[in-house]
C-alpha cells in the first residue's frame, strides 16, 4: 500500500491550509463589499438563505423600479400609486429648512440688474399687485407655480410664502434654471420636471434658449424663460436665443397635487409657453379645488378654440359653416390673429397723439393730422388679443374672470369667499382697479 512521506503530508497540509485561508479571505471580502456600509458580514448556515432572499428581493426591486421608469416614459396615467410614489421619491426636492438666500436681500451691482425686474417687468408688477389684493388678508394656502424659473427671479409665489406664510410646489424644466432653485433655500417643495400636456406621464424634448451674445443677468435670465416643449407654438417662436434640446420627465398637473396631497389649492400660476391649453384640457376639475388661477396664454395658441369649434374637436361641432360657438354666427373674420373680445377696429398701426377720447376720423382735405407715436415697444394694446374660448372654458369650470392685461389672466373660482370679497362685473376689455 503506498503511502506519503512526512515531508509530503506536510507540504499537503500546508496547501490544504492555503487553500481554507484564501477561501475565506475571499468570502469575508466579498461580504465586506456588498454588505450595507462596508461592514465585514459573516456567512453562517443559519442566515445564508435569508442573505439570499434579501438580496433577490433587493434586485427585484431594482428590476421594478428599471421597469417603473420605463413606463414613466409613455402610458402610466395621472393617479396611478407607482407613479405617484416615482414622482415623489424621485421628482420632488422637499421644501428648505435654512434661511432664505435671495437677489432681493442683496445691494450688490448684480443683484440691482437681477432685481430690475420688479421696477421694469410690468405684467410681474401686475400680478403683484393682484395678488397682494386678493390674498394678505387670507389665512395661508398651497400654491403651485409652474415655470418657477431660478425660483426668485420674475416669481409670482415667492410674495405668498416670503410674506404670508404659504406652502407650495415650484416646478421648472429647464436644467440650467433649476440649478440655482435649491440654493435660494425656498420653503416650497421644488421638482427638475415639467407638466404633462396630457393626462399620462410621458418623457418630452424641452427646447431652452441660450442667450446669443453679451447680456447682463436680468436680461440672460429672460431669454432662457422662454424656454418650452417641443412641438409647442409659443409666444416667443424661439426668437430669443439659441435653441438646445433636451430630454426632461413631464407628469400631469393632477399626479403633482395627488404626491403631495394637496389637491386643495389656493393660487396656481401656469406660465408654460404654449402648453396651457392641453394642460388645462386634461386636468380631471371635479377632483381638485383651485381658488385662484394665474394663466399666461396667447391668442395664437388656438387649442381652447378647436375644443369648442372643430368638427372632430371635444365639443358639438358648429351648425354650419363660418358659425361658432353654440351656433352663433362670428363676429370675427376667420383670419383675424389678436381676438378682440367685442367688435374692434384693426389696431395694428398706431395711435395718433393726443387721443384722450373718442375722436373721429380727420382726413378730410385742409385739416392738420396730428403727428403718429408709438404708443407700446411692440405696437399693440395690451388691453385686446383676449381668447374668449379660454374665457368660456374657465366659466364653465365655475370661474369668473378678474383680470385680463396683455396675454395674462386671473381667474377667482366664482363660489369662493375671495370671488365674494373681489368679484364685481366681470371684465372685458377694461380690468379691475389694483390699488
Same mark, same amino acid.
Given at each position: ?24 479571505? #475571499? ?29 433577490? %428581493? ?94 426668485? #427671479? ?55 434658449? %441660450? ?131 367685442? %367688435? ?43 381668447? %374668449?374660448?379660454?374665457?368660456? #372654458? ?42
Amino acid at each position: 500500500m503506498f503511502s506519503l512521506t512526512p515531508k509530503i503530508k506536510h507540504s499537503v497540509s500546508q496547501r490544504k491550509h492555503q487553500i481554507f485561508l484564501i477561501t475565506l479571505l #475571499f468570502l469575508v471580502t466579498l461580504m465586506t463589499l456588498t454588505s450595507p456600509g462596508g461592514h465585514v458580514a459573516v456567512l453562517t448556515m443559519d442566515n445564508d438563505e435569508f442573505l439570499k432572499a434579501l438580496w433577490q %428581493e433587493k434586485w427585484q426591486g431594482q428590476v421594478n423600479r428599471l421597469n417603473l421608469e420605463d413606463q414613466a416614459e409613455g402610458p402610466l396615467m395621472d393617479d396611478d400609486p407607482d407613479l405617484l410614489r416615482l414622482l415623489k421619491d424621485r421628482y420632488l426636492s422637499k421644501p428648505s429648512d435654512k434661511p432664505a438666500n435671495l437677489m432681493l436681500d442683496l445691494e450688490t451691482d448684480r443683484a440691482k440688474n437681477y432685481n430690475i425686474y420688479r421696477t421694469a417687468f410690468h405684467s410681474w408688477i401686475r400680478i403683484n399687485k393682484i395678488l397682494k389684493k386678493l390674498f394678505s388678508e387670507e389665512p395661508p394656502s398651497f400654491f403651485v407655480e409652474a415655470g418657477a424659473l431660478d425660483g426668485e #427671479f420674475i416669481s409670482n409665489t415667492l410674495f405668498l410664502e416670503r410674506d404670508l406664510g404659504w406652502a407650495g410646489l415650484l416646478v421648472e424644466a429647464d436644467p440650467i434654471l433649476y440649478a440655482a432653485l435649491p440654493g435660494k433655500n425656498r420653503r416650497a417643495w421644488s421638482s427638475q420636471s415639467c407638466l404633462s400636456p396630457s393626462n399620462f406621464a410621458q418623457r418630452m424634448t424641452f427646447e431652452t434658449y %441660450e442667450p446669443v451674445g453679451d447680456r447682463d443677468v436680468a436680461g440672460t435670465l429672460l431669454v432662457r424663460s422662454t424656454g418650452n416643449l417641443a412641438g409647442i407654438r409659443s409666444p416667443t417662436l424661439g426668437q430669443m436665443g439659441s435653441k438646445i434640446p433636451v430630454d426632461v420627465q413631464c407628469f400631469p398637473l393632477f399626479s403633482y397635487l395627488l404626491a403631495l396631497n394637496a389637491t386643495s389649492v389656493g393660487y396656481v400660476s401656469l406660465d408654460v409657453e404654449g402648453a396651457e391649453a392641453d394642460i388645462l384640457l386634461h386636468l380631471p376639475w371635479d377632483r381638485v379645488d383651485i381658488t385662484v388661477w394665474n394663466i399666461e396664454h396667447r391668442i395664437t395658441n388656438d387649442g381652447f378654440r378647436i375644443h369648442f369649434e372643430e368638427p372632430w374637436g371635444v365639443r358639438v361641432p358648429p351648425s354650419s359653416p363660418g358659425k361658432g360657438l353654440g351656433g352663433k354666427e362670428r363676429k370675427q373674420e376667420k383670419g383675424e390673429e389678436e381676438g378682440r373680445g367685442k %367688435e374692434q377696429k384693426d389696431k395694428e398701426t398706431v395711435e395718433e397723439e393726443g387721443r384722450g377720447k373718442e375722436q373721429k376720423d380727420k382726413e378730410t382735405v385742409g385739416e392738420v393730422i396730428q403727428p403718429k407715436k408709438v404708443v407700446y415697444v411692440t405696437q399693440h394694446d395690451p388691453a385686446s388679443g383676449k381668447d %374668449e374660448y379660454l374665457v368660456r #372654458f374657465m366659466r364653465e369650470k365655475g370661474y369668473r374672470l378678474y383680470d385680463y392685461w396683455d396675454g395674462d389672466y386671473t381667474f377667482i373660482k366664482a363660489n369662493s369667499e375671495i370671488c365674494r370679497k373681489h368679484c364685481t362685473v366681470e371684465t372685458k376689455v377694461e380690468s379691475p382697479a389694483l390699488d
